[in-house]
């Protein structure tokens, strides 16, 4: 069965300091990757995906995620994190192919941001 | 320019009493799911719909019920609500797999808070 691991449940950046979240999948096929993010209160928003092609996917609001097959990961990078970049992050994988039936959620990672 | 909307947005229940959350997507999208949401644990999927009129079982389906009548909605249903229920409820629609819609991803909705005393 798929499964999604975020290794680090709290990461605390410096506001203009760089960041990556980690996120390992198992799956195995060629998995459909996501990225969202959510606010307090709030629901998820999709920062990126991964379907097919190049390995580093751009998305919005400046964060790119790269995947490498070879490790099993998918991480989710910033150059300059700001501090309305604080939230829960959410790595996910398809449940199958494209996630017709759903997607596996990883437990999440809360992005603290000191001034 | 809806999108996901789920009702109510809150809501609390004794143990042992009946609820319907309501989910409706004006998408025209053929996929919707019910996650929920709880401390530490992410999200995890309850039942989910490939189209209206069938729907399926996802990883925790135990205690809840789900029907889709018309496309654009999808009902979760506790016919007896249980403290363990205690959880914030997402919805989320998608476009079929098909070549045209292969790469649109799932929209979520705001969620439900749901308490059970």
């Known amino acids: 069965a798929q499964s999604v691991t975020q290794p680090d449940i709290h990461i605390t950046v410096s506001e203009g300091a760089s960041l990556e979240l980690r996120c390992n999948y198992s799956?195995?096929?060629?998995?459909?990757l996501f990225w969202y993010v959510q606010s307090p209160g709030q629901g998820l928003q999709l920062l990126l995906k991964?379907?097919?092609?190049?390995?580093l996917v751009q998305g919005i609001k400046g964060f790119e995620a790269e995947f490498k097959r070879s490790q099993s990961s998918f991480n989710l990078r910033k150059p300059s994190v700001h501090w309305s970049d604080a939230a829960e992050y959410f790595c996910a994988v398809g449940r199958s192919g494209g996630g017709a039936d759903g997607l596996t959620f990883g437990k999440g990672t809360h992005l603290i941001i000191q001034p | 320019n809806a999108g996901v909307t789920q009702t109510p947005k809150f809501r609390v229940l004794k143990t042992g009493q009946s609820m319907t959350l309501l989910c409706a997507q004006d998408m025209n999208h053929e996929y919707m799911y019910w996650y929920r949401q709880d401390p530490g644990m992410g999200l995890r999927l309850i039942h989910y719909s490939v189209g209206e009129g069938t729907t399926a079982k996802g990883e925790v389906p135990d205690g809840y019920n789900v029907s889709r009548l018309k496309k654009q909605n999808f009902l979760l249903g506790l016919e007896s609500a249980a403290p363990s229920q205690t959880s914030v409820y997402f919805c989320a629609s998608s476009y079929s797999l098909d070549r045209k819609h292969s790469n649109q991803p799932q929209h979520f909705g705001d969620g439900t808070r749901l308490s059970i005393l």
């Open positions: 991964y379907f097919s092609g190049d390995t």
């Open positions: 799956y195995g096929a060629t998995p459909y």
